[in-house]
Nanobody
């Protein structure tokens, strides 16, 4: 059974940094596709970052480009999201999602949570101004 557990959230001031982690079990992240999503109150759920092919390919939503970096440690079976220059609008529940197997045509589905087979419960990120 695949399990994803996030950690690393917290409260920071604008301009600060956080590093989120998503530990996977029952699934080898080196062979799948993973993503970070976020959900803020009264806002639509948003795909933030996507990583594939063992970590060799990444993509970001426009609002976080240049500030967030997604990476993975295949030995630790963990995906990370380094978040720098945080803004109040980054405040949300962040959760990870995983899809085993092929990442083909990822451009068409990586932002859609229902394309993934597993997701974590999330970790809260709060950025104050």
């Amino acid at each position: 059974q695949v399990q994803l557990v996030e950690s690393g959230g917290g409260a920071v001031q604008a301009g600060g940094s956080l590093r989120l982690a998503c530990i996977a079990s029952g699934f080898s992240i080196s062979t799948g596709c993973l993503a970070w999503f976020r959900q803020a109150p009264l806002k639509e759920r948003e795909g933030v970052a996507f990583i594939r092919d063992g970590g060799s390919g990444t993509v970001y939503t426009d609002s976080v480009k240049g500030r967030f970096t997604v990476s993975q440690d295949n030995v630790a079976n963990t995906m990370y999201l380094q978040m720098n220059s945080l803004k109040p609008e980054d405040t949300a529940m962040y959760f990870c999602a995983a899809k085993a197997g092929s990442c083909q045509q990822w451009q068409f589905w990586w932002r859609k949570l229902n394309a993934y087979t597993s997701r974590g419960r999330g970790t809260q990120v709060t950025v104050s101004s």
